[in-house]
């Protein structure tokens, strides 16, 4: 049995999309860039959403003694936030 019933997710332009199943995923990390161009938002937002935890799909971490921060994105939580299913490589 499926772990999701019936998903309805709002699409790019308004239209709506009913998944019966969970989508299948390609189990890559969704890339800041393609997470700021499917949300119509720049980097800039996605990295400081993911560092202030206010962004749900995802993790910001910082390695001891760096500057850097590293970010996770999951692709099956960006597609419950946003309704895009991220297939990898894109």
Do not use: N
């Not at 962004?55 to 001891?64: D, I, Q, V």
């Amino acid at each position: 049995m499926s772990d999701l019933i019936a998903k309805t997710v709002k699409q790019d332009g308004g239209s709506i999309a009913v998944y019966l199943e969970t989508p299948k995923f390609s189990g890559e990390c969704v890339p800041i860039s393609v997470a700021a161009k499917v949300m119509k938002k720049d980097r800039v937002y996605v990295t400081q959403g993911l560092q202030e935890k206010r962004l749900p799909f995802g993790t910001a971490f910082k390695r001891e003694g760096s500057s850097h921060f590293d970010y996770y994105i999951s692709p099956k939580l960006f597609w419950e936030y946003t309704g895009y299913v991220y297939k990898g490589d894109e």
